[in-house]
């Protein structure tokens, strides 16, 4: 199987394979390990990572037959999450400083509100995981499709 680097990293048009897709994407992860041990420069370089995760992400969903804005579920779970947990957390918080006299904050609540916070984020992480799998081990749609050609057979 021969891979357009290119292609496969900068475009987000037409259509993966199973395959080509988890080969990009333990590129991208590995590189963002990689970078993320540089410490400036490593954080711009994971920025800029994000756009060949868009492009493999995109593709993959075309091959399914989707579209690529799909992509944005996980991510607007995980705000969604982020705010439920900011906002669980500061309730928890600003609860325990009303309930106590001298208005400090026990270090239960702040337990509590902190295993709150953490346990939404987790669910994020598990929406965000579940995409990738479904994504990643989906079959492809047979023969072509709107966004393009059917992937080889042996990506696929």
Known sequence: ????????????????GRQEFWIGYAVIFVASVVLGIIPFLGLL?????????????????????????LM???????????????MMGGMALIGAAATNGDHSIDAAAGIGA??????????????SLGFLLW???TPSQAGDNRFGPAASPAAA
Do not use: Y
């Not at 357009?4 to 037409?14: A, M, N, R, V």
């Not at 370089?45 to 804005?69: E, F, Q, V, Y």
């Not at 902190?114 to 929406?127: D, E, Q, T």
């Open 1 to 16: 199987m021969q891979i357009d680097w290119k292609t496969l990293l900068l475009s987000p048009e037409g259509r993966i």
């Open 45 to 69: 370089l994971a920025l800029a990572l994000i756009w060949p995760n868009i492009c493999i992400t995109a593709k993959r969903l075309h091959d399914m037959g989707k579209s690529g804005w």
């Open 72 to 86: 944005l579920v996980p991510i607007g779970v995980g705000f969604v999450c982020l705010i439920l947990g900011l």
């Open 114 to 127: 902190a295993m709150g916070f953490m346990g939404i984020m987790a669910i994020s992480g598990l929406v």
């Open 135 to 137: 994504i990643g081990l």
